[in-house]
T-cell receptor, first 113, second 116 residues
Framework: GNSVTQMEGPVTLSEEAFLTINCTYTATGYPSLFWYVQYPGEGLQLLLKATKADDKGSNKGFEATYRKETTSFHLEKGSVQVSDSAVYFCALNSGAGSYQLTFGKGTKLSVIP | GAGVSQSPSNKVTEKGKDVELRCDPISGHTALYWYRQSLGQGLEFLIYFQGNSAPDKSGLPSDRFSAERTGGSVSTLTIQRTQQEDSAVYLC??????????????FGEGSWLTVV
């Protein structure tokens, strides 16, 4: 079956540090890959997505590249801000006709000034 | 409304009582999903509705859980005879279409259920 594994948190970084949150997946077919973010007290929001191999999703300074050869979709940001403190979820949808998102367990990021 | 709306935002109930959680999807979205977010467990798929098709109930954890969607819009998730392990955030989501891997799913803010 489908599964998503992302690095365990919590992750604590200083402002302006470089961020990487690792995500690897197992899926049948040709999945689409997503990063969702959950800010404190808010619902899940789509951060970025990629629908085919080698695509790069980007938003708000975050980016992730769909690597089929390594079945990975690592999230990166060059310079984090305090406002980026949130829980980040990697997820996949395994392809045409599929409607379920399979999520990783989430990684909590805390950015300190 | 502009987004997926859920109510109540917080619910505390006694073990053994029934609870109903409501979801109002984004207008025009034909697909509606319920997920459960438990502490340390990530997000777990519960049920999916698409238009007038029979719902996919494969994620419901027990027969105490049920959901309906009236008129293709508002959905209610019902948990009967609640147990402490039902304590979680119940997330509703909707999307414009229910198929296609690049489909974006929009989530509500969730209903936080605590069973005491």
């Amino acid at each position: 079956g489908n599964s998503v594994t992302q690095m365990e948190g919590p992750v604590t970084l200083s402002e302006e540090a470089f961020l990487t949150i690792n995500c690897t997946y197992t899926a049948t077919g040709y999945p689409s890959l997503f990063w969702y973010v959950q800010y404190p007290g808010e619902g899940l929001q789509l951060l970025l997505k990629a629908t085919k191999a080698d695509d790069k999703g980007s938003n708000k300074g975050f980016e992730a590249t769909y690597r089929k050869e390594t079945t990975s979709f690592h999230l990166e940001k060059g310079s984090v801000q305090v406002s980026d403190s949130a829980v980040y979820f990697c997820a996949l949808n395994s392809g045409a006709g599929s409607y379920q998102l399979t999520f990783g367990k989430g990684t909590k990021l805390s950015v300190i000034p | 409304g502009a987004g997926v709306s859920q109510s109540p935002s917080n619910k505390v109930t006694e073990k053994g009582k029934d609870v109903e959680l409501r979801c109002d999807p984004i207008s025009g979205h034909t697909a509606l999903y319920w997920y459960r977010q438990s502490l340390g467990q990530g997000l777990e798929f519960l049920i999916y509705f698409q238009g007038n098709s029979a719902p996919d109930k494969s994620g419901l954890p027990s027969d105490r859980f049920s959901a309906e969607r009236t008129g293709g819009s508002v959905s209610t998730l019902t948990i009967q005879r609640t147990q402490q392990e039902d304590s979680a955030v119940y997330l509703c989501a909707s999307s414009l279409v229910g198929t296609g891997s690049g489909n974006t799913i929009y989530f509500g803010e969730g209903s936080w259920l605590t069973v005491v």
